[in-house]
């Protein structure tokens, strides 16, 4: 059941990627502004992912569950109704808590199951994210093709309906232990630390970097995120706390994490923007939906295939060889993506390299973690990571539009290839901090 709930609703909170082109046309917008569609379940989903785990941390996991799920299904349909681009980013929005379950799904696990079985099973659902992105994309492209975008998203909402009844009928009972208090001023700065980050990297092409709204943004992102590290500091009771993040251990994942998320959503992002990219570009392969969003399927399947290899190579040799060799294997994928894509086959092998990158990195951090907080702090250390990762997610979403916007001729409709060579570069720089870090990891785990 915990499998199934995590790869669900990573499937449906993946309705994004390839549907971006579609969407633009559909509200005669910009791509850029139809990106915020998929950057703004990246960003409530950061947001709201220490909130949900918070609230879920106690006897109200499963309450919190059913709530949740609701609240996807809910934006699910908004989504899905044609009322304009406003209402299918607040849609899409509403999808984005869903990517709040992933900790708790993981702290379920670790509580009422033992063994290998608790060890396989919070691997397994530390890679749904990226496995569901991969299996998502093409299906939903397949409806999208068939019967338009809003029908994928009927898609999405009919996949949350199911979750929700499945949920309500096996789902866990929670453990009964005291409720935690909600950080509500943690929650409130750091939604408006990232929100206005994300705000001025989408609009500082547009509006210009030196621009009086764009620098406005980012000091206001500054003070707020520096103003939610300090309160998660001091606070009784933090939403996030920041002293788990301590020990070179903790450091170590949870950089590992932002920077492995950064670097995926900028292949997941542009991949499928690539290969609908007209042919008369001169670079891209003018392919449909389906065929777009069929790129990332070998994503999916070398995230699945190298949590697998990646188990006994962990058991054998520790995180300290898993981690820098999916960083490297990663950072071989993004270029491929961005220096040897003459033919479309070209792209599928560069996302399946990426995928088993990820996959061994995503594999391998939840036992760094694990082993370094305590027991009863499990869902909150899980929580940091995943924030981290859905920022890194985020970020890179809106870091790709960016960049393809800047690398777009004034009065063209497509970018220059060199915006997606560029894409590919900065992925690569991420791999090699990301390799950085993972070789400082300790022998023996530190705990916070």
Do not use: K
Not at 373 to 400: D, H, K, W
């Amino acid at each position: 059941m915990l499998l199934y709930l995590g790869m669900l609703v990573a499937v449906v909170s993946s309705l994004g990627a390839p549907l971006i082109p579609a969407i633009a046309e559909a509200n005669d917008v910009p791509v850029s502004s139809a990106q915020w569609s998929l950057t703004i379940t990246l960003l409530v989903g950061a947001v709201a992912t220490p909130v949900i785990g918070r609230l879920g941390d106690g006897p109200r996991r499963r309450a919190v569950v059913l709530v949740v799920l609701a609240g996807v299904l809910a934006g699910s349909v908004l989504a899905a109704l044609p009322f304009g681009l406003g209402w299918t980013i607040a849609g899409r929005g509403l999808q984005g808590l869903g990517l709040g379950l992933t900790p708790l799904t993981i702290a379920t696990a670790r509580t009422v199951l033992s063994g290998e079985r608790s060890r396989s099973t919070v691997a397994a659902l530390s890679v749904t994210v990226a496995a569901g992105v991969g299996l998502g994309y093409p299906v939903t492209g397949l409806i999208a093709e068939l019967g338009g975008v809003h029908a994928a998203f009927w898609f999405g909402a009919l996949a949350s309906a199911g979750a929700l009844v499945a949920a309500a009928l096996v789902y866990p009972p929670s453990e009964q232990v005291p409720p935690r208090r909600l950080d509500a001023a943690g929650a409130l700065l750091l939604g408006v630390g990232l929100a206005a980050g994300l705000l001025a990297l989408g609009e500082g092409e547009d509006r210009g970097w030196t621009s009086s709204a764009v620098v406005g943004l980012a000091v206001l992102a500054v003070l707020a995120l520096a103003a939610w590290i300090a309160w998660q500091l001091r606070a009784a009771a933090p939403l996030v706390d920041l002293r788990l993040a301590r020990g070179r251990s903790a450091a170590t994942a949870h950089g590992t994490a932002l920077l492995a998320g950064l670097a995926n959503y900028l292949l997941l992002a542009s991949a499928p923007r690539l290969a609908q990219t007209p042919e008369s570009t001169g670079y891209g392969f003018g392919t449909s939906i389906v065929v777009a969003g069929l790129v990332l399927l070998p994503f999916s399947v070398g995230s699945v295939v190298a949590s697998r290899l990646a188990r006994p190579l962990d058991r054998r040799a520790g995180p300290r060889a898993v981690l820098p060799v999916g960083a490297v294997v990663l950072g071989l994928g993004l270029l491929m993506f961005g220096l040897v894509r003459e033919e479309l086959w070209q792209l599928f092998v560069g996302t399946a390299v990426s995928g088993l990158g990820v996959g061994c990195m995503f594999a391998a951090l939840p036992g760094v973690i694990v082993n370094a907080v305590p027991v009863r702090e499990t869902g909150s250390a899980m929580s940091l990571n995943q924030v981290l990762r859905y920022i890194g997610f985020a970020v890179g979403s809106a870091l790709s539009a960016t960049l393809l916007e800047a690398a777009t001729p004034e009065g063209a409709a497509y970018p220059a290839s060199g915006g997606y060579t560029a894409i590919a570069l900065v992925g690569c720089a991420a791999c090699v901090a990301m390799a950085v870090l993972a070789v400082t990891l300790p022998a023996q785990p530190e705990r916070a």
